[in-house]
């Protein structure tokens, strides 16, 4: 190994402290060393062997001084045997649990796996790990590998990386046991802080009718990780007793607005939601009436077409529409798609993928101008489009043959580990203030420094093709003009001359008529001439609506009736007031 490639690796490792720092206060970790000078474990003292490879820390809870000793790892010189050092710490974990804490027991492997591993007094190397799996099973003991080369430029035996690779590979096969290949930055992502267990959000029934039924266990494969909660803390407790919490309690009193001395009990209390500047109170006995309560189920609602779905939903490219309701009387039902997970390994059952579709409510419509509408002169020319692209293909994070440079697996929050790194300091010195951002984070929030290097002419070709200039504040009026080019106007002519002569003058109304009076109502409700002017417009459609309906003649009269009340609905909800005013021609119509 290269004196470069042990530097890097050497830093990398450093960087581990800041995983140390997200653990429990009951997780207990054991950290052993290999490829060291000195050699420093029990097993070397009872059986012989096991050389350069020393016990740094025996297994104990998580505390500030392990993470400092992290910060002054010493620098390994000697090629290092990572099966010694899984045997090792295999020992430790027996001698301390014993046949208890069965799926606990975890060790993590992080090694560049350059070195070469020793040849076994008996058998060969496939043999000796194939023995070491076998009591891992037994044992209860899970292994993750992280292998962490980074960059190599060449360097390292390629025999002894494949032999490596095989082996570690072969603990995956063997036992229960992952290997993960990364680069720098994403070291800290693929150390798990903590071992997250499975659990069902839903067992059940899938209904594909009501005759046929499958069996199913819904897991979540995502999850938000949060901030830990932070707690109210007093340091008033007298400094003597040991056994203050330090906890602060809060306690609330609702008071009358009439009289701020007089305190409302809880029964004399109703919840209101606000509806536009009205609050409706709602009382617990109608919230409870109006409340929905669907019954534990995942029901197939259908299917629909697919662009690459596997087997047999392949074959008909479809995706199955689900509706689910995971606990009896949720607040709500979801509605998503289920698409298939073939599984590539031998064992590993084939499994769905379930992603949640919004409804209409959930979506968001963003009317953006189509670019055809633009002037020509504002449209980039096709030397612009070219740097554009060659600047998007530059810092694609993953290219074609190279590994992502930011995989989701293995990219850690930057925040929270920042955050964590500060509550470490602070539990040491209550007044630290806010470290600088690590290198290794850096380079996950800040683009690389290399590729902007090596791609200078890439960036400045693009800065060369647009010219900035300073964007002048423009009227309302012309804002909206822009927006779409009127007709009949040329790229020449100026947009601020043709605002007078081009814009329609407004035609006052001041009564909603016969012949249109949705339009009649739009426009009244964009005049405003006073405060009290919209509930005045709401109140002339209601009694439009009550004369359409008086006077309708066998249903004549009902289409423009619904289309009345469509437009103060909108209008209603659009300015926040005239609830009121719809539900009494809502009433009235229904009556």
Known sequence: MSVQQCTMFYLKFKNFALCLSRKRKFDKVGVVLFGTRETDNVLTKEVGGYEHVVVLRDIEV????????????????????YLDAIVVGMDMLIKKYQATNKGKKRLCLITNALCPVKYPYEGTREDQVNTIAAQMSARGVKMESVIA??????????????????????????TSAKAVYVETPALLGALRTRNISPVTIFRGDLELSSKMKIKVWVYKKTIEE????????SDKAPPTDRFATHEVKLDYEYKSVEDPSKVVPP??????????PQVVPISSAERDVVKFKPEKSVKLLGF????????????????????CVWRQHQRNAVVGVLTPNISEKDGTPDSFYYNVLPFAEDVREFQFPSFSKFLASWLPNEQQQEAADNLVKMLDLAPSGKQEALPPDCTPNPILERFYHHLELKSKHSDAAMPPLDETLKTITEPDPDLLSANKNVVDAFCKSFELKEHPRLKKSSKQLLREKPPGLDEEQGYEGATNALSPKPVKIKKIGDSSPVQDFEVMMSGRDSPDWVGKVNKDMKNKIYNLVENSY???????????????????????????????ALVYVLG
């Open 554 to 584: 066998e249903g004549d009269s009902h289409g423009k009736t619904l289309e009345c009340l469509l437009a103060l609905r909108k209008g209603c909800m659009l300015e926040q007031v005239g609830l009121i005013s719809l539900l009494d």
């Open 226 to 233: 949060r901030f830990p909660t932070l707690k109210k803390y």
């Open 267 to 276: 029964e004399q209390r109703i919840k209101g939601y606000r509806y536009g």
């Open 304 to 323: 629909a077409d697919a662009s690459n779905i596997m087997r047999a939903m392949k074959e008909m490219n479809k995706v199955a529409i689900l509706r």
């Open 62 to 81: 998580v505390n500030g001084d392990l993470v400092d000793a992290f910060q002054e790892l010493p620098r390994g010189t000697f090629d290092g045997d």
């Open 149 to 174: 080369r980074g960059r190599l430029n060449g360097g390292g035996n390629q025999r002894i990386i494949e032999e490596n690779d095989r082996l570690l590979n072969l603990f995956s096969e063997k």
